[in-house]
T-cell receptor, first 114, second 114 residues
Framework: GAVVSQHPSRVICKSGTSVKIECRSLDFQATTMFWYRQFPKQSLMLMATSNEGSKATYEQGVEKDKFLINHASLTLSTLTVTSAHPEDSSFYIC???WGSGELFFGEGSRLTVL | AQSVTQLGSHVSVSEGALVLLRCNYSSSVPPYLFWYVQYPNQGLQLLLKYTTGATLVKGINGFEAEFKKSETSFHLTKPSAHMSDAAEYFCAVSLRSNDYKLSFGAGTTVTVRA
């Protein structure tokens, strides 16, 4: 099946710093990528939808200035958590689609903000 | 709006025993329903999905699920558990077959005892 890779898988940062998480589709061109956030023992929550070359569409309640999403190419989307704080600590998952009707998920990135 | 409730955050079964994971949904329109599996340190993988037609859906690895509209349920079963079935399982719902705005359940962790 199609492969989506996230990097880094784990990141620890100090409060106030910014962290970038990459999501790459390794063997297909992803017209659309999605970013989710997952709290322990809770559902995956869709944060935003990004289409290559256009601005991301954020879900209600998600801070656009806090979570910057860029989809600069058909194989790469990035999520930057700006001025991170401990409450931003979470598991972030991306998924990608090329229009086949199926989503392909990355392995997830665990962010810990100290 | 749609939502999903997975009953039981953790299920433990003996190898060879029946696996039953419960999922109930809420949707204002006929839903599309999905089951995903996540193995440790890997992305989510689609097990099966229900869109229209036959209410009993067969998926990969011997899993199947039955859509019961009267019970608003989409429970996942496998007749005989294998050690390799140990993973996290997510039920999800969307309003359209190719609508990637999935609403996920909180997930159920399956452990298999030898």
């Amino acid at each position: 099946g199609a492969v989506v890779s996230q990097h880094p898988s784990r990141v620890i940062c100090k409060s106030g710093t910014s962290v970038k998480i990459e999501c790459r589709s390794l063997d297909f061109q992803a017209t659309t990528m999605f970013w989710y956030r997952q709290f322990p023992k809770q559902s995956l929550m869709l944060m935003a939808t990004s289409n290559e070359g256009s601005k991301a569409t954020y879900e209600q309640g998600v801070e656009k200035d806090k979570f910057l999403i860029n989809h600069a190419s058909l194989t790469l989307s990035t999520l930057t958590v700006t001025s991170a704080h401990p409450e931003d600590s979470s598991f972030y998952i991306c998924s990608a689609s090329w229009g086949s009707g199926e989503l392909f998920f990355g392995e997830g990135s665990r962010l810990t903000v100290l | 709006a749609q939502s999903v409730t997975q009953l039981g955050s953790h299920v433990s079964v003996s190898e060879g025993a029946l696996v039953l994971l419960r999922c109930n949904y809420s949707s204002s329109v006929p839903p599309y329903l999905f089951w995903y599996v996540q193995y440790p340190n890997q992305g989510l993988q689609l097990l099966l999905k229900y869109t229209t037609g036959a209410t009993l859906v067969k998926g990969i690895n011997g899993f199947e699920a039955e859509f019961k509209k009267s019970e608003t349920s989409f429970h996942l079963t496998k007749p005989s558990a294998h050690m390799s079935d140990a993973a996290e399982y997510f039920c999800a719902v969307s309003l359209r077959s190719n609508d990637y705005k999935l609403s996920f359940g909180a997930g159920t962790t399956v452990t298999v005892r030898a």
